[in-house]
């Protein structure tokens, strides 16, 4: 089944596979991702028409969106694919560097455009979560 993602135009399958155990196991915080069986697992998810995948940069660093955009890019056509990413906070030093909200988005959407699932995205939708913190900021 198929539902609209929020006021998008995005269709997206009411199940959205989180990819957060994904990765490769000995680079990031979680040693118990998988990496051997995520291609079937991803590829079954297609079959069963699964079309919404979760991952963000911070998995296993980086691994799991680097890992889903291969198997995406081999097993499903792009178009028809919606992939929610997410990003890391600035830190403490970024602030104090003067980095803005708006400028720490652009540096970490960048380095999903140059390393992972991005390399074959054909359209980028940004949907952020509300927040006290004004964007130039």
Known sequence: KYTTLGNS???VSKICMGCMGFGDAANG???WTIEGTLREIIKRGLELGVNFFDTAIAYQCGTSEQYLGRAIRDFARREDIVI??????????????GISGQQHI????DKSLQTSVWTMLTSISIICGITKTPLQR
Do not use: V, Y
């Open 9 to 11: 135009d995005l269709t």
């Open 29 to 31: 915080q979680h040693s």
């Open 84 to 97: 929610a990413t997410k990003f890391l906070p600035r830190t403490a030093a970024d602030i104090e560097n």
């Open 106 to 109: 652009q540096r970490m959407m």
